[in-house]
């Protein structure tokens, strides 16, 4: 994918450790033989934040642009473009619910509203106990089963309000359903 859409700068000088340098170089290195020598920088992006907290800090994202020989101002451009995708630390759980058309007509401003409420946070924030983040989210791709949200890999679909205390119960004790 072309880099481009600079916002602002990442990569400020914070020194990583020695693991960190050999956990990215090895990251960069076996993604570039799984796309046959080319990258594909939202792969790599998503180790990075299942690795990171589900964030992408700036010193990991100027080390990660010197591994694929492009600025960290370039990479930064790419992070920022996808909502899905966060400079900002994060819970163990990031909850995208999509609040586009169809799921908005559907119920999704009633579920963002119970979320707020089991969660006692608004969008954008994480709960106290670091378990959840709370996010809106464009289209999920899912919505012939709207309203719909996303915990992290899991998507989640016809939802009522009542659904919402089961899927965080499960999801705190680990689980995906
Ligand atoms: S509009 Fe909500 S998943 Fe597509």
Do not use: W
């Amino acid at each position: 994918m072309e880099l481009d859409n600079v916002t602002r700068p990442v990569g400020q000088a914070q020194p990583l450790s020695d693991e960190d340098r050999r956990f990215l170089r090895e990251l960069v290195e076996t993604n570039r033989i799984e796309h046959h020598g080319r990258l594909s920088y939202m792969d790599i992006m998503f180790d990075l934040e299942h690795r990171y907290g589900n964030s992408l800090p700036g010193p990991v994202l100027g080390e990660v642009a010197r591994l694929v020989g492009t600025s960290p101002a370039q990479l930064n451009g790419f992070v920022t473009f996808y909502t899905m995708l966060s400079t900002a630390p994060r819970g163990k759980h990031v909850v995208r619910v999509c609040t586009s058309g169809p799921c908005h007509v559907s119920g999704a401003p009633a579920i963002l509203s119970s979320l707020r409420q089991l969660l006692g946070v608004g969008i954008g924030e994480t709960t106290p106990d670091g378990e959840f983040t709370l996010e809106g989210s464009s289209c999920l791709g899912i919505c012939g089963v709207s309203p719909a949200l996303m915990i992290d890999d899991d998507a989640y679909g016809n939802l009522t309000p009542e659904d919402l205390p089961r899927i965080l119960d499960t999801k705190r004790a680990g689980g995906a359903q």
